[in-house]
């Protein structure tokens, strides 16, 4: 699509792999085994002005729009290596998304700019150990007391959690359902805010993820996003740029995933002749590769809709459903493509193969975007 081909685009990809090259490729290998990134890397990323991409100049952002990111995004996986990068080094993609459209200017100088700047890192605490795509029944609490909150409950799977100096909480502030939902700011060090545990995963290793405590935190009441009680349309608009996000990471995997498949066949022989030179082999990749083209077609016209203004719910759970289903049938095949290598944890196809599998899970469950969309097309 002749859009993502800009000549700006062009540059930015041009930009965006230099930098992964440079700062990320060398190093990601480190910051898997470590467990999480360095905050220097969020501060590079903000020199040269990536940490901004999408987000107004106006608040601190780099500019430019959803296409600009997702077209960031998809180069960062490829270059960079790592999806898991990705979800570490952009969680505040939607943790800021209710900061930017309902915060005060009060907020935005606090949190947003020196987020965007590298300095602060904020996460979005919505999941509970109780649920997490059931929003509406959340339990964790905030009652008013004066000119605070006091804030009671837990959080779990919540991305940069360990390192987040912020987190952007849903509570509930009113009445059962989902009309008793608010958003609260969350500050590192608030007393009774405790990080309880650091969770060991089966990928992402390089993406810190914690579990959260809230025991009589007392927040003041300038941290509320927008008006109290009015958190759920808040969180239910982040929802959809977080799973056309999911839906890009999951595209990304499955390119680079391709790549890596087709340059081993290329290179790897056996009893004399390259394995690219089989027919079976050339079969297999021109199935992946049709996957690939397909998600990725059907994702872009879908990110190309949002960004001019629809409101087109099946359309992104669709699009997140067919990313995801490329992107787990391509990298089960690069990894046995490559074979005994592809098992060993230290290669680059087993990272993906490991990443790739949260991927039908993080930002809404297949059977989740499933139903959603059995509802908006009133099959419910």
Request: hydrophobic residues 40%; proline residues 3%.
């Amino acid at each position: 699509m002749k859009i993502f081909e800009t000549e700006e685009r062009v540059a930015l990809k041009d930009m965006v792999r230099n930098f992964a090259e440079k700062e990320v490729a060398p190093n990601i290998d480190q910051w898997e085994r470590d467990g999480f990134i360095p905050m220097e890397l969020h501060a590079r990323a903000a020199e040269v002005g990536i940490l901004g991409i999408g987000f107004d100049e106006a608040v601190g952002g780099s500019g430019g729009d959803l296409i600009d990111f997702c077209v960031m995004g998809e180069e960062l996986i490829l270059s960079g290596r790592s999806s898991g990068l990705m979800m570490a080094l952009f969680t505040h993609r939607v943790a800021l998304a209710p900061l930017i459209s309902c915060g005060t200017p009060e907020q935005v100088e606090k949190f947003v700019r020196p987020t965007l700047e590298g300095r602060m890192v904020v996460a979005l605490g919505i999941t509970e150990p109780e649920g997490g795509s059931d929003v509406a029944g959340l339990r964790t609490t905030a009652r008013r007391d004066g000119d605070d909150y006091i804030v009671n409950g837990s959080k779990t799977f919540i991305s940069s959690g360990v390192r987040a100096d912020a987190v952007v909480t849903a509570v509930r502030t009113g009445e059962p359902g989902h009309q008793g939902l608010s958003l609260l700011v969350i500050e590192k060090n608030t007393p009774g805010f405790e990080v309880t545990r650091r969770l060991d995963k089966m990928g992402w290793d390089c993406s810190d993820t914690a579990e959260l405590a809230f025991t009589d935190v007392r927040v003041p009441a300038a941290n509320l996003i927008g008006v109290e009680n009015g958190g759920f349309r808040l969180i239910m608009e982040l929802f959809q740029h977080e799973r056309l996000g999911q839906a890009g990471m999951a595209y990304g995997i499955a390119k680079r995933s391709l790549d890596l498949a087709v340059e081993w066949c290329r290179e790897r022989s056996t009893f004399g002749r390259p394995l690219i030179q089989r027919q079976v082999v050339r079969h297999r990749l021109a199935e992946m590769a049709q996957a690939v083209d397909v998600s990725g077609q059907y994702l872009k016209n879908t990110i190309v809709r949002v960004s001019e203004g629809e409101i087109i719910v099946p359309q992104v759970c669709w699009a997140k459903l067919e990313a995801t289903k490329a992107s787990s049938f391509v990298v089960d095949r690069a990894l046995q493509l490559h074979g005994g290598s592809g098992y060993m944890r230290d290669t680059e196809i087993n990272r993906h193969y490991r990443d790739a599998r949260v991927m039908s899970i993080a930002g809404g469950t297949d059977e989740i975007m499933t139903e959603i969309v059995t509802k908006w097309m009133g099959f419910a």
